[in-house]
């Protein structure tokens, strides 16, 4: 095993997702970070007192005479995992809050083709990609799965950015040769799925982008192109490649995809067709997905990306998130910028909590008008029953955005929770700094501000990127208020 020495040591409280229904709290511990980015080793409460003796039983105080660097969280300030948004596009980022009196096939038209169509001018990707990103970063964002647009270049300029700021993202060129305007429209699928290729080349080198297939959505592609891309998506002999695409997010868009893939049951089926569906898919939306659908996509091993603030402001439904937990379905959050109004995913998981509870209102009232609709009772309850009917709770929330987002993008074992050999992608939340006097309006007991699980609570519910005080990715400071730029 390859030896590295420990650059960075952070002694604090820490809160780690362990399942869809727990998290761990540790108020006093030590981590250590080796100089590759990941995690060494975890002692749990270890006192004030007893931190010297700990680093120095662990022999690396002074290892090849390096300064280890210590991180002292201060009082307020607790570490997590990074937060992983499972589903955005970076071109829609400058459309931010328009057009939602639109619904989505209206909205594309109008809004967002007319938009990333923009991105064929490279110096306007140039221009506008670097400061999206650093928003998404800035909110604690430390993995994305970006759509790019349809252009190779600007899609390269994308993953360069990425790579220069050193942010863990996924990055797909999008794929569309139908059904799109003719001023937006990929000129054959064979040049698409070409276009794909080398734009898969160019990030091979990029240790941390993941290249990923992206057919917009089956209504935007020709058999030929999804059948192009299934092919590609499953040629590599090593590491499989990401896939990401939409799914059953409108009534008149599952209709649509209906009419066009006659053969196909339903519209999971069109993407298991060309064998689009599997583990490493990632699947935006499935608000209106049928049992059987919900079932294939399991039995895949796809995950769906829950995106709530788009689908209630495109008011497309509200997925029934409790119903697909209960179905042992990987699901993770999405900011799904710009149906979605906000990058930050502490945004996502209050409208996730809210999605929920319109769901369980519907059930206790007998009113199943969202996409309830299906029963829940002929579902086989694993050993993950009880989600459906209920709001989420709080450690769902937060397993949803970090170790449940991990799973979705096939990395569980690389990110989504602090623990040893995977990388050091993670925060440090720091609860009095931005002086948010809603954080600390209810804060009277001494006990309570040294409760981590009321502390996160707070965070998900009141907090914003002003608490966000450090972003770090496979153990480089990239965000965060006390990030300066250019520093390291
Ligand atoms: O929310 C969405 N945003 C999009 O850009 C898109 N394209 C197809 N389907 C979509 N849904
Ligand atoms: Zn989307």
Same mark, same amino acid.
């Given at each position: ?34 100089? #590759? ?94 400061? *999206? ?37 996924? %990055? ?22 070409? #276009? ?50 939409? %799914? ?166 690389? *990110? ?8 050091? #992608? ?63």
């Amino acid at each position: 095993m390859a030896k590295y020495t420990i650059k960075t040591i952070f002694h604090g409280p820490l809160i780690n997702p362990t399942s869809l229904l727990s998290f761990d709290t540790i108020p006093k511990c030590l981590v250590g970070v080796n100089s #590759d980015g990941n995690i060494a080793w975890i002692e749990r409460d270890v006192s004030d007192g007893q931190v010297k003796e700990a680093m120095d039983r662990k022999g690396h105080l002074h290892s090849d005479g390096l300064e280890v660097e210590v991180i002292e969280l201060k009082e307020g300030q607790f570490i997590m995992p990074g937060f992983i948004d499972t589903h955005t596009h970076a071109p829609q980022v400058p459309n931010i809050g328009t057009g939602y009196r639109y619904e989505l096939l209206e909205w594309l038209e109008k809004y967002t083709f007319p938009l990333e169509a923009q991105f064929a001018d490279v110096e306007y990707a140039k221009k506008v990609y670097p400061e *999206i990103v650093k928003r998404f970063i800035q909110c604690g964002t430390t993995t994305c799965c970006y759509y790019s647009t349809i252009h190779l270049a600007s899609s390269k300029v994308l993953a360069d950015i990425v790579h220069s700021v050193g942010q863990r993202a996924l %990055i797909g060129k999008c794929n569309m040769d139908r059904h799109c305007p003719e001023y937006y429209r990929e000129e054959s699928a064979q040049r698409s799925v070409e #276009d794909t290729r080398a734009f898969i080349k160019y990030v091979e080198p990029l240790p941390l982008v993941y290249p990923v297939v992206t057919p917009r959505f089956a209504i935007s592609c020709s058999r030929e192109l999804l059948a192009g891309l299934g092919e590609l998506a499953n040629a590599a002999s090593t590491s499989p490649l990401h896939i990401q695409t939409h %799914i059953s997010e409108n009534p008149s868009e599952v209709a649509w995809a209906g009419e066009l893939f006659p053969e196909c049951k339903n519209y999971a089926s069109i993407y298991d067709k060309y064998h689009l569906l599997r583990r490493g898919t990632i699947l935006a939306h499935g608000v209106w997905l049928d049992e059987d659908e919900v079932a294939l996509i399991q039995e895949r091993g796809s995950g769906i990306s829950h995106c709530p603030t788009s689908n209630f402001n495109l008011k497309s439904g509200v997925a029934p998130v409790g119903r697909y937990l209960d179905c042992g379905v990987k699901v993770g959050l999405g900011t799904d910028v710009s149906g979605g109004f906000s990058p930050s995913m502490l945004v996502t998981m209050r409208n996730a909590s809210i999605a929920s509870t319109v769901v369980a209102l519907g059930h206790q009232h007998g009113r199943l008008n969202c996409a309830t609709s299906g029963s829940t009772s002929t579902y086989d309850h694993g050993s993950n029953s009880g989600f459906s009917g209920s709001p989420l709770a709080l450690a769902t929330l937060f397993f949803l955005a970090t170790l449940g987002g991990a799973q979705v993008c096939a990395l569980e074992d690389r *990110i989504g929770s602090l623990d040893v050999g995977k990388a050091w #992608d993670a925060l440090i939340v720091d609860l009095q700094e931005g002086s948010n006097p809603a954080l600390w309006s209810q804060e009277s007991e001494e006990e309570e501000r040294n409760n981590l699980a009321h502390q996160l609570e707070r965070f998900i519910f009141c907090g914003d990127d002003r608490n966000v005080y450090g972003v770090w990715v496979q153990g480089r400071l990239i965000g965060g208020t006390s990030f300066v730029e250019g520093s390291k």
